[in-house]
């Protein structure tokens, strides 16, 4: 399978009379896919083979011979609308439905949950993220017939309880077709209809996984559609997800999750701070919380930078007391971010370490010297910006140093008196 997938890469018109037999063999066989690790690499080539097709600019340019024209013929014969929507719900329905490995990941690593599914964008030797890329190539071909279909597929399920883990397969394929699906989904709607009293719902003990599932899902779909959420709707999003950040009363796939959605929201062009205000001290020490428990360093850098982006859009010189609890966050983090060379995860640490001499300069722009005389936040940031700046091997200045220099000047702007205090090494 290997060869035929290089071969129809290296030759894609040549190939175009296998194709239809061998496009045909890789259908039936994703119709009748089931997740097994034992022959996932099989799985990977055959899926492959599809997202490579539908990818290829050959298909979808202007004839240049009669060889080309009747492989754009064969291609457009081959993913008919009735041949895509068949090959869109054995995607939605097989591949996009969370498998009892990762259900269990969910219970026993929920960081990890987390980490796969970010990554799952990035990856392309997995079967559900080449899956996405042909779900989307579908999309595109044939936007309209596949745009109705899909909401209307997620509508129906969203009736039926007993299909909870495919409710969840609908609503990431929705998600994953934001931009296909511009336009057609009011967001302000389903807000109101579904999103908003799924994510409304009070958790308990005895609230079930599959429950926890759709609730996660639901403030994952919010931040996938954060750039079509309309003015009106905003608040009530923040209003909804921010109370969802306090891990010690939700479930922390959810808590993590309501922060990137979140973190989406800020990110926007359109973000008004002023309406995010009276969220900033209950998030702020919320994600506080989820990095003091977080241990995967994906996840850590993934904090700071939303709490530097809520330092940087939102805080103001009042908020400045939270500055003592950020600094009981950062100062574990800064200390456990090894910068062994040999370490693996050394560069890593590097951009944990960079995030927070970032979080330290937007720190000390938005409070000045009110920072600068809290001890708690002071002591740390001296040392880090020592260390920054330390060229000896010791030192962290040949990866640190533009971050160093930066902060340094950010806090000549704002010191009242000029001398620094003399650090140690942390």
């Known amino acids: 399978m290997k060869l035929v997938v290089a071969t129809r890469r290296a030759h894609p018109v040549q190939f175009a009379p296998y194709m239809t037999a061998f496009l045909t063999n890789a259908c039936n066989y994703l119709l009748e896919y089931k997740p097994n690790p034992v022959k996932e690499k099989m799985d990977v080539l055959v899926v492959m083979l599809l997202r490579d097709t539908l990818q290829d600019e050959t298909f979808k340019s202007a004839a240049r011979d009669e060889d080309h024209q009747n492989a754009r013929h064969l291609f457009e014969v081959f993913f008919t609308p009735e041949a895509s929507v068949q090959l869109i719900e054995c995607i939605v329905k097989r591949v996009f439905v969370l498998t009892a490995d990762e259900l269990q990941t969910w219970d026993d690593d929920p960081e990890s949950f987390v980490k796969e599914e970010e990554a799952a964008r990035f990856t392309s030797d997995r079967v559900r993220p080449v899956c996405e890329s042909i ?4 999309l595109e071909l044939h936007t309209e017939e596949l745009a109705h279909y899909i909401l209307q597929m997620t509508q129906a399920l969203s009736m039926e309880a007993s299909n909870t883990l495919v409710r969840d397969a609908c609503y990431r394929a929705v998600g994953r077709a934001y931009y296909e699906l511009e336009g057609l989904v009011n967001l302000g709607q389903w807000f109101h209809t579904e999103l908003g009293p799924i994510l409304s719902h009070p958790e308990s003990t005895q609230m079930g996984l599959e429950e926890r599932i759709i609730k996660a899902r639901a403030a994952w779909l919010l931040g996938e559609f954060a750039g079509q959420a309309s003015p009106q709707v905003r608040p009530l999003v923040y209003q909804t997800l921010v109370p969802l950040l306090d891990s010690s009363k939700h479930d922390l796939v959810l808590a993590f999750t309501s922060s ?5 929201y800020i990110d926007e062009y359109e973000f008004e701070p002023e309406e995010f205000l009276p969220f900033v001290e209950t998030a702020l020490k919320s994600v506080f919380q989820l990095m003091a428990i977080s241990t995967e360093l994906e996840s850590k850098r993934d904090m700071v930078h939303f709490i530097s982006n809520i330092m940087a859009r939102c805080c103001r010189r009042e908020h400045v007391g939270l500055v003592d609890s950020m600094s009981a966050a950062i100062v574990p983090m800064w200390s456990g971010a090894t910068m062994n060379a040999q370490d ?9 370490r960079s995030g927070l001499l970032e979080l330290f300069k937007r720190t000390v ?14 002591d740390p940031m001296y040392l880090a910006l020592h260390y920054s700046l330390d060229d000896s091997p010791s ?11 930066e902060l340094w000047l950010s806090i000549l702007h704002v010191s009242e008196t000029s001398p620094f205090p003399s650090p140690t090494s942390p």
Do not use: M, Q
């Not at 030192?395 to 220099?405: H, N, P």
């Open 135 to 138: 779900f989307r190539g579908l």
């Open 395 to 405: 030192g962290g200045a040949a990866f640190l140093l533009d971050d160093g220099l």
């Open 365 to 378: 722009e938005v409070f000045g010297s009110a920072a600068l005389d809290r001890p708690t936040f002071a």
């Open 344 to 352: 693996v995860e050394a560069n890593s640490a590097n951009i944990i």
């Open 260 to 264: 990137h959605s979140l973190n989406y």
